[in-house]
């Protein structure tokens, strides 16, 4: 189960990503409402992601901050970038998140670009793949994708391997293959 994250002390940046007007024909004419794709993050290692529906775009965006309040996600890093590639699937879209040197910047596009940087990842590589660009499902696979990264301490811990035993047994692997 997703440990809660306490939104109340920590400072947000909220950054509006996608709005869609969805029109519904009625006898007088045309009623037009919204839903907001808001991104919401600390700026460190917390991001979240809201969608917030309603008849004027500005109460859609006070339901959508709220709403990723709610949904954020521990964002794991390696130095500025992500600890491993990974792939992240929602829906259609699927999105490649790779760890790139640093000084290299956040290269993604519109969604992914927001929650990396909202997520305090600084150097990373991106690449928004499937079958659609859709931006409300390509923020939910990025946000799977980062659910999914481990760090190398995770990973050892979850082999039962401390960090000199996990030295060891890479030079044992090594000596082995040689």
């Given at each position: 189960?997703?440990?809660?994250?306490?939104?109340?002390?920590?400072?947000?940046?909220?950054?509006?990503?996608?709005?869609?007007?969805?029109?519904?024909?009625?006898?007088?004419?045309?009623?037009?409402?919204?839903?907001?794709?808001?991104?919401?993050?600390?700026?460190?290692?917390?991001?979240g992601t809201g969608i917030g529906k309603a008849?004027?775009?500005?109460e859609a965006v006070r339901k959508g901050i709220e709403k990723a309040k709610k949904n954020m996600v521990d964002v794991r890093h390696a130095d500025n970038t992500i600890p491993h590639p990974v792939v992240g699937e929602f829906g259609a879209a699927r999105v490649l998140l790779k760890p790139a040197p640093e000084g290299t910047g956040v290269?993604?596009?519109?969604?992914?670009?927001?929650?990396?940087?909202?997520?305090?990842?600084?150097?990373?590589?991106?690449?928004?793949?499937?079958?659609?660009?859709?931006?409300?499902n390509v923020a939910h696979a990025t946000l799977e994708a980062i659910k999914i990264t481990r760090t190398e301490a995770e990973i050892m811990k979850l082999r039962g391997l401390a960090g000199d035993e996990a030295a060891e047994e890479a030079a044992d692997d090594t000596a082995a293959g040689e």
């Open positions: 189960m997703p440990r809660r994250i306490e939104t109340e002390a920590v400072e947000f940046q909220e950054r509006v990503v996608a709005i869609n007007r969805v029109s519904k024909v009625v006898k007088g004419g045309k009623r037009f409402r919204f839903a907001v794709l808001v991104v919401v993050g600390d700026g460190i290692s917390q991001v008849k004027e775009i500005a290269i993604a596009g519109g969604v992914v670009r927001a929650i990396m940087e909202l997520g305090g990842v600084k150097d990373v590589v991106t690449k928004v793949t499937g079958r659609t660009s859709n931006a409300i």
